[in-house]
């Protein structure tokens, strides 16, 4: 879907390096630089001593086994997830330190320190058991940016349960979608939650979610309060803090888990219409995201963590709840939206409490520039010290922004590729060694053996283009697609029996070092969001006007891409205003808003080739702007006339 020989174009434009700072290397965690080389020898040496940065209740007998694709990793080993993120801090020198800094849109605040969150968990792990939910079944939590949120991951990962978070932002009929793959048994949702100071009606989105469903009961939360417009329903909804109150207050023992059972599905949006449950492990997973904090973000006891997505996406799970917690460091957890009710208001944020390291997405970053320094310039950002980017390929103009007004030219940016399916950062900076350059993720981390290879296999030139592969298994990698083990197969083992493929394209230049081009198939980025393009078409096409629908993803210099769909009707319908809206609301409904298309062309017929694939690529073109290109495939020459005379909405 990339517009490769653009994207390269700009990117490689960029000379500019940055070597790290002496005193930074000197403090950081990770300063050798044969790092890279002993892990390369032995990755499976480099990853055991990564495992013992975690607490096992009983140790593993064996580091990896691999038959392509299925990887085991840590074998006979048992720890708990949640022991890691809570517990064991508890029981020492971290217990009364702050755990998780919560901010609330409307300025409120909670400060839980390890012992506190540990309570919080145990009871809510309590609870749980109460609700009678047991070892391997399935939470499903629809819950916006409130304590509650992590409080049920870290519950549910306490006993052995199974949680698979659903962004808040995703309509009933994508949650009812994803209770029933998973056959979750409770769903834990809010009251409503606030967005720019309006309420968002999520528990009506959840009876409707869980119809038909085996939900035997709603757990909703008070995130509104008595303004929330909302009903029970007696019997099957039970309010969070009443069924808390109840829970004992006993420690709670944490559940000795296998290294190989599975910690959370999270789903994600693939090339049909159909999203799959990632599925995660409890071993690989805390020992790669743990790595990943010492290494990349340089994680230290004082450090204050504030990654600004939801916990609703992969990042928000790896970086919010359990990479930070497993490290013992302090996050900090925003419910609301940038510019509520300032646009100053991450700023003010890391101001107020002396936050450390930043960790966003370059589409923020771009808005940031949209609105200019002058919102940060008010605020005292000295505490910073590492900041970071994820999400999409970072454009080097917003890098050197980044760069100059947040990190007041000093600090070091680690641009982090990865995957709701890696688990955590592959390809990223080591902050005290790599020499960075505005655009590119740099290299793999230790221990990840990655390469850009052209069709055949063959690793490419240097200053050549290709797919990302990872040749290796890695700890925390997808262990396969909930419910169908072929699909996994096929999407990441189809091309490459024995290495995975992430689905990106990429560039590498003469350093070996990667740059991010964006994704080969039909998904598109949306302000760092993976959207389907099936997903959006089969939405569009539920309307009873359309005939067919095709979905591109185009530039966007705010969001990196924006969704544009082209449409045409069935017989005795016309193009207006008013069905333009009702495509959009119908996509928004069965998706989410984040999904709604920006623009809908109306035309008289798609463009396709003679087998009848539809050419995006033409469409790309149109919704960008630019010359149709070579049109010589098109099966129906008068298709160009038609899409050039295009109705814009
Ligand atoms: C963590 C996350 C994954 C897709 C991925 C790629 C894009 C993420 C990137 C990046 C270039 C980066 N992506 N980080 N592209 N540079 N630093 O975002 O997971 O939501 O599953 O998206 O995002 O295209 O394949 P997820």
């Known amino acids: 879907m990339v517009n490769e020989s653009k994207n390269l174009d700009t990117l490689l434009k960029e000379s500019r390096t940055f070597k790290p ?68 801090h508890r029981e020492g020198h971290r217990k009364n330190k702050a755990a998780l800094i919560w901010e609330g849109e409307k300025g409120s605040s909670k400060i839980y320190t390890y012992d506190m969150l540990g309570r919080e968990v145990d009871k809510a792990a309590h609870m749980l058991k109460d609700l009678g939910i047991e070892k391997g079944d399935r939470v499903a939590v629809y819950l916006p940016m409130v304590p509650e949120l992590p409080i049920t991951l870290l519950a549910c990962a306490k006993i052995g349960a199974i949680h698979t978070v659903v962004f808040a932002g995703f309509s009933s009929k994508s949650l009812q979608d994803r209770i029933e793959d998973a056959d979750a048994k409770l769903l834990v949702t809010a009251d409503a939650s ?144 940038p510019d509520y009710p300032e646009r100053d208001r991450f700023w003010d944020i890391i101001e107020k409490y002396g936050v450390t390291t930043f960790y966003t997405a370059p589409t923020s970053i771009r808005t940031f520039m949209k609105w200019g320094p002058e919102y940060l310039e008010k605020h005292d950002l000295s505490s910073l010290r590492l900041l970071g980017t994820v999400g999409e390929p970072i454009n080097p103009e917003a890098w050197m922004w980044f760069h100059k007004y947040v990190g007041n030219e000093k600090l070091p940016i680690v641009d982090t590729w990865w995957q709701t399916e890696t688990g955590c950062a592959m390809v990223a900076p080591l902050p005290g060694l790599t020499t960075t350059k505005p655009g590119s993720a740099t290299r793999p981390l230790p221990g ?77 980025n949306v302000s760092g969001h993976r959207i389907g393009t099936m997903e959006v078409e089969s939405a569009i096409v539920g309307h009873p006007a359309v005939a067919e629908a095709a979905v591109i993803g185009r530039d966007d210099a705010i ?89 814009k909405g």
């Open 21 to 88: 700072n002496p005193e930074f290397t000197q403090q950081a965690n990770f300063n050798d630089p044969n790092v890279y080389a002993e892990a390369e020898k032995d990755p499976e040496g480099y990853w055991a001593k990564q495992a013992d940065y975690i607490t096992w209740f009983e140790p593993y007998n064996k580091v990896l086994e691999w038959h392509p694709p299925h990887a085991k990793w840590f074998l006979g080993g048992k720890l708990n997830a949640a022991y890691n993120c809570v517990d064991r």
């Open 194 to 337: 606030w967005r720019r100071g309006k309420q968002v009606p999520l528990k009506q989105f959840a009876d409707e979610a869980v119809r038909g469903t085996a939900v035997k009961h709603i757990l909703v939360v008070n995130a509104v309060g008595d303004e929330a417009d909302f009903s029970m329903k007696e019997g099957r909804d039970l309010y969070w803090d009443e069924q808390i109150a109840k829970a004992s207050k006993a420690p709670y023992p944490a559940e000795p888990m296998d290294a190989e059972d599975i910690l959370y599905l999270l789903y994600t949006s693939g090339t049909t219409g159909k999203p799959k449950g990632i599925v995660h492990t409890t071993g690989g997973y805390m020992v790669g995201v743990n790595h990943s904090l010492r290494s990349v973000f340089d994680i230290k006891d004082e450090d204050i963590f504030f990654c600004s997505a939801d916990i609703g996406w992969v990042t928000g799970h790896t970086y919010i709840v359990y990479g930070p917690l497993s490290a013992g460091a302090t996050v900090v957890m925003y419910e609301g939206a």
């Open 448 to 524: 990840i053996i990655a390469d850009v290879v052209d069709e055949e296999g063959n690793s490419v030139d240097y200053n050549s283009g290709g797919t990302l592969v990872i040749k290796h298994p890695w700890p925390s990698m997808l262990r396969t697609v909930w419910g169908d083990d072929e699909r996994f197969k096929n999407t990441y083992f189809g091309q490459y029996p024995e290495w995975y493929l992430p689905g990106d394209g990429a560039h590498k230049d003469e350093d070996g070092y990667i740059w991010i081009l964006g994704r080969l198939d039909d998904v598109i």
């Open 559 to 647: 969001k990196g891409q924006a969704i544009s769909a082209f449409v045409t009707l069935k017989e005795g319908y016309d193009p207006t205003d008013q069905l333009i809206n009702d495509i959009k609301a119908k996509v928004s409904e069965e998706i989410g808003k984040m999904a709604r298309p920006e623009e809908i062309y109306f035309t008289g017929d798609l463009p396709k080739t003679r087998s009848g694939k539809i050419i995006r690529r033409l469409l790309r073109n149109i919704a960008e702007g630019k010359d149709l290109g070579d049109t010589t495939s098109l099966a129906d020459q008068s298709v160009v006339e038609q899409l050039q005379r295009l109705y």
